[in-house]
């Protein structure tokens, strides 16, 4: 039986740690579909479910903490039949679920308090089950055979769940309490508690690969330490305040949930991608979201360069889209990913990802001047820039262009991965390879990164050569994707040397690498902000008068604020830092009708005065790359730069979101000196100046 919701609560709750996240209903009760607690690709929980003698208690309110560590739900019930003793009425008994994620283990406090005048007896029921489906299952995969499940043992406080998996792994789950139930079965575990008037009772229970022994100090040190690690996590890097109530909230929520998704990973802090289907290494993703705060916190972008340089690929395989110097584009752990049902154990089918790391090795040098990362790093890069201009020079116009490997990896390869996100205008589906525009803007970007570093090291000889391509290459993007009838840049160029005459959002990307001529990339910006584009909430991903618009698609109309984030900083880098206000504006206030959490898209329709934004149904929340836009909105709007080797902040002509009037940002590393800066507006103007930290850090203001 169900209970109705409150109007102001959520029905999806998710926790994360490490490889491990949670998904449950407000209730905290999880009941197989997409929920469960799933740890490395696997779901070792799909069932657990608390209630009192069948019937499921009234749910009064349900939260996450401010810290994202801890959910907490709190229960009453409905009326009780007596039970060797007194009958309960309706809601006398307060019940509070607390649980969170540590170390790969689920600990969760069920607090029961008795608010009767009289006696009662408590039947509290926990149901629990692992089906140890791999993600991909859970996700609607099908799979022809699967492995087996031993029987359960039990013992007189814990039951063990297995599974032998084809793979030849035993995995194991065991739910362990803090007393003994008054009946323990495959399925479930009864507690028939006695209960004074206000007295109350704690039961504790782990959910782990091995026996535990709950309990009450158990429970406490293990909230100790994963809070201790969170707080870690959301302290790194600068801070930002002053922004009023509302904006300082969204960049604090942004914030705690880059540092939920973050791993501490032997290489460094890495964003997982996104809960429920992307918690996981995503190269592309990770790279993006440590572009986007790479001014506020570098160390996350070099947690990034480490991870993916390690994973690099060294081979050929058409079934994982590798090659000798790409770069992942995604990481699976489970029982598919193992056996090779499905090639994203490791896979590579990116065709963005290998670009976007040598560009933002290139920027994470400028703002840190960190030499030993780069000396690290700089076999990596090298063999990154060779795979990518043994595919240019293998293409007829020298661009970097994609094809699949084999049916089961991804039929397009850029952001935009759905099947049908590339097409051309009459709607028809283009034949491969294909040439993304905003992929040549990586190139070129990536080019000339490459150019900088290699002079900075003395390789004069490599510099001259990788600055001739980066010139190369974007004449050759003004002159094969410019479209004058369309005003625009072309989507992409087919197998066949076809333009995919689209207008869609791709070419705000290149505006972000600086690649446009100045008129093309004003007339670029003025499209992007006109009313087929801009929806009122941010960009879509596609113009509405194109073919396949759909705001209900995925990536066919729909809002991402990520895209809009660099849209929105590549108006920046062309002066049109109004523009940028304008679009920072517009996903503020989707934010604050989001729960100040952006999630990873929302539909596209036109803005209704009085209305909220459309949610896009099966959308990741948290999602890395959409709680980092704020930050790349934000620096876009300040016209923030820092050039480590200088020593230096640069400040060009910069503006404060609408509402926001005064802003401050804290600790802001420069070349292992702090400095805090003040932003304020001051009649029609944003003054921005030094307000203390380090005298050896100059700060340059343009107004």
């Known amino acids: 039986m169900l209970t109705t919701v409150p109007g102001n609560i959520q ?63 709190h229960l009453t019930n409905r009326p009780l039949p007596p039970i060797g003793g007194n009958p309960a009425a309706q ?128 429970y406490r040190a293990a909230t100790i330490q994963a809070r201790g690690s969170m707080r870690a996590r959301r302290r790194s890097g600068g801070r930002l305040r002053g922004g009023g109530l509302l904006f300082d909230a969204w960049l604090e929520r942004s914030r705690t949930d880059i540092a939920l998704l973050a791993s501490e990973l032997p290489s460094g802090r890495y964003p997982y991608a996104g809960i429920p289907w992307f918690s996981t290494p995503f190269g592309r993703d990770a790279i993006i979201t ?32 590798s090659a000798p110097g790409k770069i992942m584009h ?39 001047g960190d030499l030993a990362l780069l000396e690290m790093l700089w076999p990596a890069l090298r063999q990154a820039m060779e795979w990518i201009e043994r595919s240019c020079d293998a293409d007829a116009d020298g661009l970097l262009a994609y094809a699949r490997g084999e049916a089961s990896g ?38 000339e990164a490459m150019a900088s570093l290699a002079a900075m090291r003395g390789e004069e000889e490599a510099a001259i050569r990788w600055r001739i391509r980066a010139e190369r290459t974007r004449e050759t993007v003004e002159m094969r994707f410019w479209d004058e009838a369309l005003d625009f840049y072309a989507l992409a160029r087919d197998g066949e040397g076809r333009m995919c005459r689209v207008r869609a959002s791709n070419p705000g990307h290149l505006l972000y690498v600086g690649l446009p001529q100045l008129s093309r990339a004003q007339r670029v910006i003025a499209q992007l902000c006109s009313p087929p584009f801009d929806n009122g909430w941010g960009v879509r991903t596609l113009a509405s008068d194109q073919p396949r618009f759909n705001p209900m698609s995925y990536h ?26 304008h679009l920072l504006g517009e996903v503020f206030e989707a934010a604050t009708h989001f729960g100040m959490r952006l999630p990873e898209l929302f539909c596209g329709f036109p803005r209704v005065t009085g209305e909220p934004p459309i949610a896009y149904p099966v959308a990741c929340l948290p999602q890395a790359w959409s709680a980092g836009s704020v930050f790349m909105l934000l620096q876009a709007c300040l016209g923030l730069q820092v050039d480590a080797a200088r020593s230096e902040v640069i400040i060009d002509h910069p503006q404060l979101p609408y509402g926001v009037d005064r802003l401050r940002v804290e600790r802001l590393d420069v070349a292992g000196a702090r400095v805090d800066l003040m932003f304020e507006r001051v009649s029609d103007r944003v003054l921005a100046a030094h307000a203390g930290g380090s005298p050896e850090v100059r700060v340059t203001v343009r107004l």
């Open 556 to 581: 066919n109309g729909s809002v991402w604020p990520h895209d809009v984030a660099l849209c929105a900083a590549g108006m920046a880098h062309y002066g049109a830092r109004r523009q940028s206000m």
């Open 11 to 73: 029905t999806s709750y998710s926790l994360k740690e490490g490889d491990s996240f949670l998904v449950c209903d407000a209730q905290g009760d999880i009941y197989g579909d997409s929920d469960g607690l799933f740890h490395e690709g696997t779901r070792t929980l799909s069932r657990l479910r608390l209630c009192l003698d069948g019937d499921q208690p009234t749910l009064l309110s349900a939260a996450i903490a401010q810290d994202k560590v801890v959910f907490t739900s």
């Open 290 to 321: 440590a572009l986007q705060t790479l001014w506020i916190d570098p160390g996350l972008a070099r947690g990034v360069l480490k991870f993916l340089a390690e994973r690099q690929a060294q081979e050929t395989s058409a079934f994982r889209d």
């Open 330 to 368: 995604e990481s699976r752990k489970g029982e598919m990913a193992a056996l090779g049902e499905i090639p994203f154990g490791l896979y590579y089918g990116g065709v963005d990802t290998t670009p976007l790391f040598v560009m933002l090795a290139g920027r994470y040098f400028r703002r840190t």
């Open 91 to 218: 809601g006398v008994i307060h019940i509070e679920r607390s649980r969170f994620l540590w170390s790969g283990r689920l600990y969760e406090r069920v607090d029961c308090v008795n608010y009767a005048e009289n006696e009662v007896v408590l039947p509290l029921l926990i149901e629990f089950g692992a089906d140890f489906r791999d993600m991909f299952e859970v996700r609607g995969m099908q799979r022809a055979r699967r492995g087996d499940y031993p029987p359960v043992d039990l013992s007189t406080d814990a039951a063990t769940l297995r599974y032998l998996g084809l793979d030849g792994t035993l995995r194991s789950t065991v739910i362990s309490f803090s007393m003994s139930p008054s009946s323990l079965t495959e399925e479930k575990a009864r507690f028939d508690v006695r209960l004074l008037p206000h007295q109350g009772f704690e039961l504790y229970l782990e959910v782990g690969t091995e026996p535990s022994r709950p309990g009450r100090e158990r």
């Open 410 to 447: 991804l039929a397009n390869q850029g952001w935009k991965d759905s099947g049908d996100s590339i097409f051309h205008e009459d709607g028809s589906m283009p034949n491969g390879p294909i040439a993304l525009v905003e992929v040549q803007g990586y190139v070129f970007s990536a080019l």
